[in-house]
């Protein structure tokens, strides 16, 4: 095995472990957090949320992904990111602090403003954190960035973030959690990193950095623009209540399966652009991940189309009833989302951007005149929900043919690996279906009907995964189930 794979195995390995744990706690942590904050407190975080995530944009401006795609590395180099980043940190964090009355005002909800400024208060520590876990994913050390995130998501948010809710800091406990989770993994990721902490003035130090962040910034924006476009519309034009149930529906789906595609770009990221020069590699690596994602998350998709009642009264609870048909659409939304992620990392690796900002920009476009259209027309934030479904399918066909203009060849194995998503979703979705309809027949009590499904859908999955069509995750997986019987005879022999 090549160095460069072994490494990739590898974090892929930790990225796994990180992902599945992360999921775990979020299940817990977002069921406790829906019994201590009402529709109305999500409805305030939602457009506050929404800002930070620019905030966080502006304290990066793709300084991250600069020094992963830059061939060669140097301290000169390091100095003048760590520069960047903690400068655009206390830009965003003043900007932050001054524009939230404004944010107040476009939500008519004063509420707003002090968590726009809440948030504010973590921008410098995020800056912080950019340069150690880009310096750490560049090289693959995985392990580290996982210990640093889990860390900090476990005492930041679980410990500390839901203390302040359940002491009745209502929405303001979500910003407290935030500045906690930054402190922690800035703390920790540069333990392990040990990057200089000297600024620079020198303007030659800054070019390098620059001139490939300049682009990517443009396209990160456009990304912002066209993710964040729903919830500053909703919270505009609809109640604070009606806009938590869409922002409670909306992380519930899609937060785990960002997470999923976050772990795994992290790793191809670095992976695509170390072998961009070596066009059957590169062809070979997009195909193997675009297949076993494809089976992922369009079964996932399908179980939790069907599954959607249980998902709502386990982790939200019965005041979030309402959201089950938004649940359903965005269900159907993140297979979509996930894939064109994956067909983004390609382009972002081998510097191809001006394709992936059309798509986004007309993407932006069509949204926008979309929702215009449904909130005339008298529609409700469920009709948004399914605005994006139908963006997102458009969004990814238009992706997979950069995908393939970027690789040369591999049309077919595109649409098959689609193909294998469409049948791997029906299977999951027919399966979870007789499940769920016997069982809701019998009056099965709600949590134990959503771990009978989780159950069966785990079951499924893996089989999908083991028995689909070949790709890394399958060759890990049935590696890994060939040793445990080694394991076994191995512990009863100590024994």
Request: charge should be positive; proline fraction near 3%.
């Amino acid at each position: 095995m090549s160095d460069l794979k072994a490494k990739t195995v590898t974090a892929i390995k930790w990225s796994y472990f990180s992902l599945f744990v992360g999921i775990a706690l979020q299940l817990v942590f977002s069921a406790v957090l829906a019994r201590l904050l009402s529709p109305h407190a999500f409805g305030v975080v939602a457009p506050a949320m929404a800002l930070q995530r620019l905030g966080l944009f502006i304290t990066d401006l793709g300084i991250g992904l600069a020094l992963i795609q830059r061939p060669n590395l140097s301290e000169r180099d390091v100095r003048a990111a760590f520069t960047m980043a903690m400068l655009l940190g206390a830009v965003a964090t003043a900007l932050g602090w001054l524009l939230a009355p404004f944010a107040g005002q476009l939500a008519h909800n004063d509420e707003v403003t002090a968590v726009v400024r809440g948030y504010a208060c973590t921008y410098l520590l995020s800056a912080s954190i950019i340069v150690s876990t880009s310096l750490l994913r560049r090289d693959l050390k995985f392990r580290p960035l996982v210990i640093a995130e889990l860390t900090s998501y476990i005492v930041g948010h679980g410990v500390i973030g839901l203390g302040a809710a359940a002491l009745g800091y209502g929405a303001m406990s979500l910003p407290i959690s935030a500045l906690a989770q930054a402190g922690i993994q800035a703390t920790i990721a540069y333990a392990y990193s040990r990057h200089s902490l000297r600024l620079t003035i020198r303007r030659d130090d800054f070019h390098g950095i620059i001139s490939f962040s300049s682009k990517i910034t443009v396209v990160n924006f456009l990304d912002y623009l066209s993710n964040n476009l729903d919830t500053f519309l909703a919270s505009r034009w609809f109640d604070s209540s009606a806009v938590g149930l869409y922002n409670r529906a909306f992380n519930t789906v899609t937060v785990p399966s960002q997470n999923f595609a976050r772990s795994l770009t992290r790793v191809l990221a670095p992976s695509f652009s170390a072998i961009q020069t070596d066009a059957a590699r590169l062809q070979s690596a997009y195909l193997s991940a675009l297949r076993a994602l494809a089976v992922i998350m369009f079964a996932a998709a399908a179980g939790i189309f069907v599954c959607a009642r249980e998902i709502v009264l386990v982790m939200l609870g019965a005041q979030f009833i309402g959201a089950t048909p938004i649940v359903q659409a965005f269900a159907l939304f993140m297979p979509f989302a996930v894939l064109s992620g994956l067909s983004a990392v390609l382009a972002e690796a081998t510097a191809r951007l001006r394709a992936r900002m059309l798509i986004q920009a007309v993407y932006f476009v069509i949204l926008l005149g979309a929702f215009a259209l449904v909130f005339a027309l008298g529609g409700d934030v469920l009709s948004f929900a399914w605005v994006l479904v139908a963006a997102s399918v458009v969004r990814s066909l238009a992706f997979e043919w950069v995908a393939r203009r970027i690789l040369g060849d591999g049309t077919r194995h595109i649409i098959g690996s689609y193909a294998w998503g469409g049948a791997s979703g029906l299977l999951m979705g027919a399966v979870l279906w007789m499940v769920a309809a016997v069982s809701r027949a019998s009056g099965v009590p709600p949590f134990a009907l959503f771990a009978l499904e989780g159950a069966v859908g785990g079951l499924v999955l893996g089989a999908l995964v083991l028995f689909g069509p070949p790709n890394e995750l399958q060759h890990m997986l049935r590696g890994a189930l060939r040793r445990v019987p080694a394991r076994l005879r191995s512990a009863r022999s100590s024994d």
